[in-house]
T-cell receptor
Framework: KQEVTQIPAALSVPEGENLVLNCSFT??????LQWFRQDPGKGLTSLLL?????REQTSGRLNASLDKSSGRSTLYIAASQPGDSATYLC???????????FGQGTTLQVKP | KAGVTQTPRYLIKTRGQQVTLSCSPI?????VSWYQQTPGQGLQFLFE???????NKGNFPGRFSGRQFSNSRSEMNVSTLELGDSALYLC????????????FGSGTRLTVV
């Protein structure tokens, strides 16, 4: 059974810091891994999608890496800003029939 | 390009009632998935539809059902509502999940009283 774990559960940092969010999964047989952002009471916004054959993806200040063999992904946020405050979720896709398996998320607070 | 649209945004229902939620996917997307999000359980998969066929179903009781129409719009129905059904219900769509991942809607907040 695929399980996804995110560490830490919560993180508070001063503005400007570079930070790393971690995601681990127990079964390496995945199609892809997606990182999402969720603001309170809102839906999910896709940040980055990494295919199982890829090692990393970048978008602006965000960089996500994937190591399938060790069952790990990291989301690196450079020069954090207060607007980055949100919950970050990772999810793996194990089948082509739509079932994403989510971690519990990391709630990030960036203080001005 | 319009995103995934879920209606209504908020609902308040009484125990025992039934409710129908709607999801309009991004144009051209044929895969639609539904998720339930609660503080205690996080995001849990309900079901996925592709070209009007349910391809996958999560571990939820039969009170939870869904369907997809020929225009890819999807509805989910919950009958005999329980207090524990209070949650944020999220819909996601994709053209090809394995290649392009999923885009989520803003969700429907259901409160059962």
């Amino acid at each position: 059974k695929q399980e996804v774990t995110q560490i830490p559960a919560a993180l508070s940092v001063p503005e400007g810091e570079n930070l790393v969010l971690n995601c681990s999964f127990t079964d390496s047989a995945i199609y892809n891994l997606q990182w999402f952002r969720q603001d309170p009471g809102k839906g999910l916004t896709s940040l980055l999608l990494i295919q199982s054959s890829q090692r990393e993806q970048t978008s602006g200040r965000l960089n996500a890496s994937l190591d399938k063999s060790s069952g790990r992904s990291t989301l690196y946020i450079a020069a954090s800003q207060p607007g980055d405050s949100a919950t970050y979720l990772c999810a793996v896709l194990r089948s082509n029939t739509g079932k994403l398996i989510f971690g519990q998320g990391t709630t990030l607070q960036v203080k001005p | 390009k319009a995103g995934v649209t879920q209606t209504p945004r908020y609902l308040i229902k009484t125990r025992g009632q039934q409710v129908t939620l709607s999801c309009s996917p991004i144009s051209g997307h044929r895969s639609v998935s539904w998720y339930q999000q609660t503080p205690g359980q996080g995001l849990q998969f309900l079901f996925e539809y592709f070209s009007e066929t349910q391809r996958n179903k999560g571990n939820f009781p039969g009170r939870f059902s869904g369907r997809q129409f020929s225009n890819s719009r999807s509805e989910m129905n919950v009958s005999t509502l329980e207090l524990g059904d209070s949650a944020l219900y999220l819909c996601a769509s994709s053209s090809t999940p394995t290649n392009y991942g999923y885009t989520f809607g803003s969700g429907t907040r259901l409160t059962v009283v």
